[in-house]
């Protein structure tokens, strides 16, 4: 591996590793998504553990390394605290997490306001 590679290995929660891949220190973690996406195994529920939970798009792939999130335009070389030194035959191993899309929100209706009830009480 050159002096400007890293090696990285993708960790599913199901346990299954990925990779490891090359990818350049210049390459920012949506590559890393999208090598992710092309090299997920196809296949139906029930035929492997990565099977049945590919993911429709990048926007659902979330990876952690080091125990933070890593935004989509972060690139591997602004991580050095973690990757080492570049050209060693360490190989970083990134958590992979499935977050599906959140919904469109719908404008919220404003709410009615509920009458106030009012009462009197006697205590005597």
């Known amino acids: ?27 920012s973690i949506s590559s890393l998504k999208e090598k992710l996406l092309a090299e997920w195994p196809a296949g139906k529920p029930g035929q492997g553990p990565l099977a049945g939970e590919r993911p429709a798009s990048v926007a659902e792939i979330k990876l952690i390394c080091s125990g933070k999130f890593l935004e989509n335009n972060v690139v591997l070389g602004s991580l050095k605290h973690v990757l080492g030194e570049p050209g060693s035959d360490v190989v970083v191993t990134m958590h992979v997490v499935l977050r599906p899309p959140l919904p469109a929100k719908a404008p919220a209706a404003p709410k009615a306001k509920e009458p106030e009830s009012k009462s009197c009480c006697c205590i005597s």
């Open 1 to 27: 591996m050159g002096t400007n590679e890293v090696a990285v290995r993708f960790r599913h929660t199901c346990g299954v590793d990925s990779g490891p891949y090359p990818f350049p220190l210049a390459a």
